[in-house]
């Protein structure tokens, strides 16, 4: 009898935890919303935007003649540019970047304009190929101070 009661209390307190987790706010969010801006001739673009989507997020792409402008307007130095950016949450999100990079921006809610992934380097999101070497991803300062990696992709 102990033993039957001990199975059903562990199993009623797994049963609330995880209806608590059904029932969080969090569950019923609605997904996180992306405009991403892209060159009119870039294609891997569309890619990244797939991506994003498979991962959840809600991704309207804007294909633009001028994405420089778009970019200077966000405080994006021209180092740190890509064929993409993204607005993402009050961030910029500049190239091919993870959504692993993506959750822990939001998540850790940095005291910067955004990320960046310049370049196109393969085989990452939205990108074919194979990479011998990891990724940086840099810090886009708001006050123009030198950027540092925010994380680096393997």
């Not at 033993?3 to 969080?24: P, V, Y």
């Not at 959504?99 to 005291?111: C, E, G, S, Y």
């Amino acid at each position: 009898m102990r033993n039957t009661m001990l199975t059903f209390r562990r199993s009623t307190a797994l049963l609330a935890t995880l209806l608590t987790a059904l029932l969080s706010p969090q569950a019923f969010a609605a997904p996180t919303s992306v405009t991403l801006y892209k060159n009119l001739q870039c294609t891997c673009c569309e890619g990244h935007a797939k991506y994003l989507e498979e991962q959840g997020f809600k991704v309207e792409v804007k294909p633009v003649p001028d994405l420089h402008a778009i970019n200077q307007k966000a405080g994006v130095p021209d180092a740190l540019e890509g064929c993409h950016t993204s607005f993402i949450d009050g961030y910029v999100v500049i190239g091919h970047v993870s959504v692993d990079a993506i959750r822990k921006l939001l998540a850790d809610r940095p005291k910067i304009v955004g990320i960046s992934i310049t370049g196109m380097p393969s085989n990452l999101p939205g990108m074919p190929g194979t990479r011998s070497q990891p990724v940086a991803i840099y810090e886009i300062t708001a006050d123009g101070s030198p950027s540092k990696i925010f994380m680096t992709v393997p």
